[in-house]
């Protein structure tokens, strides 16, 4: 009986979270870069591109409930690294309860060089985004991806997943150099991770 109880404790959290994303999505649906938070594969291969061993910040766009997040903390990654960029106040407010040493920066993503100005003291290790790019036309994802690069140091990774079978940024970028991960089909819908690193 106890096993049975701890089991259930440990399903709330992620229930919880499931059905925060649900609401927020039903309430503004293009804001949100999936139905449901990411699933732990998908998680855990976006943070396997982010260098535990660097003291610089990792910033992350549209945390949400902290799915990438979690990943990240437990690939290694210090609390006090990271730099969460997150539109929803309740997801905001979340964050800060769930990660008390990271710092939340409630702001827009899709405008990161005025959201993140004053913010960083150094230049990122990575980016590390769950927003729906797709969702966006394609002069919005240039803009995000070039203002990335100025965030980040060089050849420091922008990591991206998406749904979609066609990569979320061109792959054919000038002085830019792109990788895939496979498809995660564990990950409901599957998925596939990008990642970008400025030449």
């Known amino acids: 009986m106890p096993l049975q109880s701890s089991v259930r404790a440990s399903k709330k959290p992620r229930l919880d ?7 927020s999505w039903i309430e503004k649906p ?8 990411s699933g ?41 690294r990271l730099v969460l960029v997150e539109y929803n106040p ?15 920066v409630q702001g827009d993503a899709y405008r990161l060089r005025d959201t993140l100005r004053n913010v960083l003291g150094a230049p990122a290790s990575a980016v590390v985004s769950g ?17 990335a690069f ?3 140091a060089p050849g420091a990774p922008f990591v991206q997943f998406t749904y979609s079978v066609a990569p979320p940024i061109p792959k ?9 991960s496979e498809r995660i089909w564990m990950n409901l819908p599957p998925a596939r991770v990008w990642v970008y690193r400025k030449d």
């Open 150 to 152: 100025t965030a980040l």
């Open 90 to 104: 309740g997801f905001c407010a979340l964050l800060r309860d769930r990660y008390p040493r990271a710092r939340v």
């Open 172 to 180: 054919s970028l000038p002085g830019v150099s792109t990788e895939a």
């Open 30 to 37: 293009l804001h949100m870069g999936a139905v449901m938070p």
């Open 40 to 80: 732990k594969l998908l998680a855990r291969t976006m943070a396997h591109y982010v260098d535990v061993d660097s003291d610089a910040p990792v910033v992350e766009l549209g945390p949400g409930t902290g799915a990438i997040t979690s990943a990240l903390v437990e690939r290694g990654v210090d609390q006090k």
């Open 17 to 23: 979270d499931e059905v925060r994303f649900l609401r």
């Open 131 to 147: 927003l729906p790019l797709v969702t966006k036309p394609m002069l919005t994802r240039l803009r995000l991806i070039r203002d």
